[in-house]
């Protein structure tokens, strides 16, 4: 296959995937004790309050290949609410973005008494998110466009919410998250994009095993994208370590797109499904938590060899409350 059809087919992978990736992206950092990051029902939702920093990088020495960086704090208020903030920047070639959000989230707890876990939590994030298209690499080549300035960079500013649910029980949590619920129109890119981009995601788990030994975490999660219908889901598993000085985890994960992108090779129309393997290491010392996650594409096509790698890094502050009675490595 030559390299038109290669670049034609990561063009379709990308479009498959432009209205998901508004605002912050869904990528597997969540998995690196960052649940707040996409459902901000988990907001204060863990005994203690966390800082994580993240830094994203997509296919070393290719230019303009995609980056992303987000910084998030959440934490409790009070003995029944949570807040939080995040901040991000995601550039991919010449589009980026940069945001916030700020997130308020309510804990209902139906235990009998502080240390048995039964929370069920609502929340709310409020953000602001500034589009940018550099055209003033468009021209360069040559090539003459009516419709491209090629002179300016193009900027556009909005607001959106997310809003969700989480349920904590023992060793069992599941989230409920729609993102981007408003319908907004961003003029950055004219007649050419719809106003919806909503986005449902689900997550379920459950954690078992010895805590002296080994703990075991199995997870899934799905996405759904409301304008085009396209669903994707991850299948993840974790596996922690109790050492004398603090815990070693590491984890895998599986994401596939239910949609595939059609190319055209040996006269025959073939069908590719975006599919990534995920692996992840980490380790909580004391206060502080670091985590390396390298994603790598399968398939025939791919753009290029190299993978995706991204670290977080994390610090636990104010831990106020008793460890819950569970295994629930997200909350204790």
């Known amino acids: 296959m030559n390299f038109k059809k ?3 087919l990561v063009v379709m992978f990308t479009a498959q995937f432009s209205f998901s990736q508004e605002g912050v992206a869904v990528y597997s950092d969540y998995l690196s004790d960052n649940y707040y990051l996409l459902h901000p029902s988990m907001a204060g939702a863990a005994n203690c309050s966390k800082l ?8 070393f020495g290719q230019t303009d290949a995609p ?7 959440n934490g409790s208020i009070g003995e029944r609410s949570g807040a939080g903030a995040i901040v991000y920047n995601d550039k991919n070639g010449y589009h980026s973005q940069k945001g916030f ?9 139906f235990s009998r008494d502080n240390i048995d876990l039964n929370q069920l939590s609502f929340g709310l994030s409020v953000g602001l998110v500034q589009s940018s298209l550099d055209e003033t690499e468009f021209l360069r080549s040559g090539d003459f466009d009516p419709l491209v300035d090629g002179t300016i960079v193009q900027k556009d500013s909005y607001f959106n919410v997310d809003v969700g649910m989480s349920y904590n029980y023992l060793d069992f949590y599941a989230h409920v998250t729609l993102k981007n619920a408003i319908e907004t129109r ?7 994009e719809s106003d919806n981009i909503r986005k449902v995601i689900l997550n379920a788990g459950y954690t078992f095993g010895d805590e002296e030994n080994l703990l075991w975490e199995p997870s899934v999660m799905f996405q759904l994208v409301d304008q085009t219908k396209e669903k994707s889901f991850d299948i993840n598993l974790k596996v922690y370590k109790q050492l004398d000085f603090g815990r070693l985890w590491g984890g895998l994960s599986y994401r596939r797109s239910l949609d595939g992108a059609e190319y055209f090779e040996n006269n ?15 380790v909580n010392y004391k206060d502080f938590m670091f985590s390396y996650t390298y994603s790598a594409v399968t398939g025939a096509i791919k753009f290029d060899n190299g993978g995706y790698h991204q670290i977080t890094l994390g610090m636990n502050l104010f831990c106020k409350r008793e460890k819950y ?8």
């Open 101 to 109: 959000k700020l997130t308020y989230a309510h804990h209902l707890m």
């Open 325 to 332: 009675h569970c295994k629930c490595p997200a909350i204790n």
């Open 52 to 59: 994580r920093v993240t830094a994203r990088q997509q296919w």
């Open 67 to 73: 980056a992303m960086q987000t910084v998030s704090f």
């Open 268 to 282: 025959a129309i073939q069908t590719q499904k975006l599919q990534f393997i995920t692996p992840i290491v980490g």
């Open 6 to 8: 290669i670049v034609l």
């Open 186 to 192: 961003r003029e950055i890119y004219s007649e050419y």
